[in-house]
């Protein structure tokens, strides 16, 4: 099939009746779970899994995909009005969203990240559209080693690239690896770690481990703390909404550079949006002749920013769709309901489930559509919700939590992991240890395991013949690289701030 006939029919999956009501479900509860500070999109999507196991596939990757971009679309937002980013990705935002909103212009500062957020999603999605075929047409040449050598790559650069410590994210990271040994060896049929625990045989759930690091500790964290001052922002009409031509001059060649590193970094395994919109941020104060302005309520920095967070969260289904390699935690979600729901992402893919590849790529199209015409009419009712008292939203919160982890199996034991994996969940938060890489090692530990045990068959034990192999040589070079990157990037830091690069 042409490009043009592919997307007709992932038009026609993602403009039907199911489609658009998953869509749009998606896109308003992610930008709800954007716009409230405290909930998490990482959280909402492991309470949401057990209900995509009783539909389609195609609408519950439609579902869960619009909760993750509409969140990064409504993120900014309490950004702007109370100095509290609704998502991490939108911490940048606050910088100069906030100061604007004191000048009296938080309704432009809104009316602009919404459409640097659509100008960014537009750009992210057709470098999806046209790089994931001809990116899965290379990967069929891939055999175990060239995987193995990239997986250790996604998981290297989630360490090394993360923000803060990387001692501690290499930490997270290995836990995660050593949780996904629990359960049946699929080689030898040896149980290991299982305790006799016929739950267990099958590997630790994904969604009571998920539930309990993202869910629990927002509640836990935020229990005694104080409900929202409801922003002093006075009537925010469409008229006031408006900007200035001065702004949108300023503004186009900063989205057009955020949406470009958004997409590098988005593609990037072990990156993603946090990085891309930090790096957005860097760029334009660079570039931008006084950059002191920044900091201040400089339009550069909400535009570049919010561009790349959103091009940054379509691109990063790439590396999910066509290699089977997700980017971030979150992604390691979505990877974790398609093989639940047996579908097995990779690059036959789009060849084999067409329905499916171009269904979720035009509902993207679909859904950031929805959010740019619903989100800037909505607005005062998503400043409204902010003023929900805390006290009522994380009981709530709880009760889902719970339905939702014993609706799978509906086994007590269960329950009694989200409980174990809550406790964990606080104790890293109190030890300054991020849970997302933690998911990420659950899952691409089991996949690490079984291409390296493949390589030692293909290759006879003799690891270095994976020299022999140029992709799996070129992906092993670039785990090496990234290690030199970590490892030189503090010095280099030092030497900028003492002028010289310190020996």
Same mark, same amino acid.
């Given at each position: 099939?042409?490009?043009?006939?592919?997307?007709?029919?992932?038009?026609?999956?993602?403009?039907?009746?199911?489609?658009?009501?998953?869509?749009l479900?998606?896109?308003?509860?992610?930008?709800?779970?954007?716009?409230?500070?405290?909930?998490?999109?990482?959280?909402?999507l492991?309470?949401?899994?057990?209900?995509?196991?009783?539909?389609?596939?195609?609408?519950?990757?439609?579902?869960?995909?619009?909760?993750?971009?509409?969140?990064?679309?409504?993120?900014?937002?309490?950004?702007?009005?109370?100095?509290?980013?609704?998502?991490?990705?939108?911490?940048?935002?606050?910088?100069?969203?906030?100061?604007?909103a004191r000048?009296?212009?938080?309704?432009?500062?809104?009316? %602009?990240?919404?459409?640097?957020?659509?100008?960014?999603?537009?750009?992210? &999605?057709?470098?999806?559209?046209v790089?994931?075929?001809? &990116?899965?047409?290379?990967?069929?040449?891939?055999?175990?080693?060239?995987?193995?050598?990239?997986?250790?790559?996604?998981?290297?650069?989630?360490?090394?690239?993360?923000?803060?410590?990387?001692?501690?994210?290499?930490?997270?990271?290995?836990?995660?690896?050593?949780?996904?040994?629990?359960?049946?060896?699929?080689?030898?049929?040896?149980?290991?770690?299982? #305790? @006799?625990v016929?739950?267990?045989?099958?590997?630790?759930?994904?969604?009571a481990?998920?539930?309990?690091? #993202? +869910?629990?500790?927002?509640?836990?964290?935020?229990?005694?703390?104080?409900?929202?001052?409801?922003?002093?922002?006075?009537?925010?009409?469409?008229?006031? %909404?408006?900007?200035?031509?001065?702004?949108?001059?300023?503004?186009?060649?900063?989205m057009?550079?955020?949406?470009?590193i958004?997409?590098? #970094?988005?593609?990037?395994?072990?990156?993603?949006?946090?990085?891309?919109?930090?790096?957005?941020?860097v760029?334009?104060?660079?570039?931008?002749?006084?950059?002191?302005?920044?900091?201040?309520?400089?339009?550069?920095?909400?535009?570049?920013?919010?561009?790349?967070?959103?091009?940054a969260?379509?691109?990063?289904?790439?590396?999910?769709?066509?290699?089977?390699?997700?980017?971030?935690?979150?992604?390691?979600?979505?990877?974790?309901?398609?093989?639940?729901?047996?579908?097995a992402?990779?690059?036959?893919?789009?060849?084999?489930?067409?329905?499916?590849?171009?269904?979720?790529?035009?509902?993207?199209?679909?859904?950031?559509?929805?959010?740019m015409?619903?989100?800037?009419?909505?607005?005062?009712?998503?400043?409204?919700?902010?003023?929900?008292?805390?006290?009522?939203?994380?009981?709530?919160?709880?009760?889902?939590?719970?339905?939702?982890?014993?609706?799978?199996?509906y086994?007590?034991?269960?329950?009694?992991?989200?409980?174990?994996?809550?406790?964990?969940?606080?104790?890293?938060?109190?030890?300054r240890?991020?849970?997302?890489?933690?998911?990420? @090692?659950?899952?691409?530990?089991?996949?690490?395991?079984?291409?390296?045990?493949?390589?030692?068959?293909?290759?006879? +034990?003799?690891?270095?013949?994976?020299a022999?192999?140029?992709?799996?040589?070129?992906?092993?070079?670039?785990?090496?690289?990234?290690?030199?990157?970590?490892?030189?990037?503090?010095?280099?830091?030092?030497g900028?701030?003492?002028?010289?690069?310190?020996?």
């Open positions: 099939m042409t490009v043009f006939e592919s997307l007709a029919l992932g038009l026609s999956v993602a403009l039907s009746a199911e489609g658009l009501l998953y869509c479900a998606g896109v308003l509860l992610g930008t709800f779970v954007g716009v409230l500070p405290g909930l998490g999109v990482m959280a909402t492991a309470i949401l899994i057990p209900i995509t196991f009783h539909v389609d596939t195609v609408h519950a990757l439609i579902l869960l995909s619009g909760i993750y971009y509409g969140a990064a679309f409504g993120g900014s937002t309490a950004s702007i009005l109370l100095n509290l980013p609704g998502t991490a990705n939108t911490a940048i935002t606050c910088l100069d969203g906030y100061p604007m000048q009296g212009r938080a309704g432009v500062a809104l009316f %602009m990240t919404a459409l640097a957020s659509f100008v960014g999603s537009i750009i992210g &999605l057709t470098i999806l559209i790089s994931s075929p001809l &990116l899965a047409k290379i990967a069929l040449n891939f055999g175990s080693p060239e995987y193995f050598s990239l997986m250790l790559l996604g998981l290297l650069a989630a360490g090394m690239l993360a923000q803060g410590s990387h001692a501690r994210a290499v930490a997270s990271i290995l836990l995660g690896l050593l949780l996904g040994i629990v359960g049946t060896d699929i080689s030898t049929g040896v149980q290991r770690f299982t #305790f @006799g016929p739950e267990l045989y099958a590997g630790l759930p994904l969604v481990i998920s539930l309990g690091l #993202f +869910g629990l500790p927002e509640v836990i964290a935020n229990a005694g703390r104080p409900d929202n001052t409801p922003p002093q922002t006075g009537a925010i009409t469409l008229r006031s %909404m408006l900007p200035r031509k001065e702004d949108l001059r300023r503004a186009r060649p900063a057009l550079r955020g949406s470009g958004g997409a590098f #970094f988005g593609a990037l395994p072990g990156t993603g949006s946090l990085i891309a919109a930090f790096a957005s941020y760029v334009e104060k660079k570039v931008y002749p006084t950059p002191e302005i920044f900091g201040k309520g400089a339009i550069e920095g909400i535009a570049g920013p919010e561009s790349a967070n959103n091009a969260t379509q691109t990063a289904f790439i590396p999910t769709l066509t290699l089977g390699v997700p980017g971030d935690a979150i992604m390691a979600m979505m990877l974790g309901v398609m093989l639940i729901h047996g579908v992402p990779g690059p036959r893919l789009i060849t084999e489930q067409p329905e499916l590849f171009w269904g979720l790529a035009a509902s993207f199209f679909v859904g950031n559509l929805l959010l015409i619903l989100n800037v009419p909505l607005i005062g009712i998503w400043i409204r919700i902010l003023r929900i008292p805390y006290h009522l939203l994380f009981p709530a919160i709880v009760v889902f939590i719970c339905l939702g982890v014993y609706s799978v199996n086994a007590v034991a269960d329950l009694l992991l989200v409980m174990l994996f809550g406790a964990l969940g606080y104790a890293m938060t109190l030890l240890l991020e849970p997302a890489p933690l998911i990420l @090692g659950l899952v691409l530990g089991p996949m690490i395991e079984d291409n390296f045990r493949r390589t030692l068959l293909i290759l006879r +034990g003799d690891l270095g013949a994976i022999d192999r140029p992709l799996s040589l070129f992906f092993l070079g670039c785990c090496f690289f990234v290690v030199l990157y970590s490892l030189a990037r503090p010095r280099f830091r030092r900028r701030g003492t002028g010289k690069l310190r020996t």
